[in-house]
């Protein structure tokens, strides 16, 4: 069963730091893209990192561009996405999903999603 845990939310001040995990099982991580999308209140899920199987592209939504980084460890099936410089825009039920080999922004493109975790920025 493809199963993809996401983990490491929690509520930061501005301007503060968060590192997400993304921990996957019952599929080999290394044939696929990972990307990070966020979801606000009342509004659609939006792309905001992908990375391709090999780790060699990676691709950011511009608000976060210089702000997020992300990577993957395949020998430990968890991708990661380090999060600096926190805005309230930020604010978003974050969730990973995997798509085959290549990166995109569409949700569409992903057939495996997570449950989630929060991500809270407000002083």
């Known amino acids: 069963q493809l199963q993809l845990v996401e983990s490491g939310g929690g509520l930061v001040q501005p301007g503060g730091s968060l590192r997400l995990s993304c921990a996957v099982s019952g599929f080999t991580l290394d044939y696929y893209a990972i990307g990070w999308f966020r979801q606000a209140p009342g509004k659609e899920r939006e792309g905001v990192s992908c990375?391709?199987?090999?780790?060699?592209?990676?691709n950011y939504e511009d608000s976060v561009k210089g702000r997020f980084t992300i990577s993957r460890d395949n020998a430990k099936n968890t991708v990661y996405l380090q999060m600096n410089s926190l805005k309230p825009e930020d604010t978003a039920v974050y969730y990973c999903?995997?798509?085959?080999?290549?990166?995109?922004?569409?949700?569409?493109?992903?057939?495996?999603w997570g449950q989630g975790t929060q991500v809270t920025v407000s002083s």
């Open positions: 990375i391709s199987s090999s780790g060699s592209n990676t």
């Open positions: 999903a995997a798509g085959i080999k290549g990166c995109s922004n569409y949700v569409s493109y992903f057939g495996s």
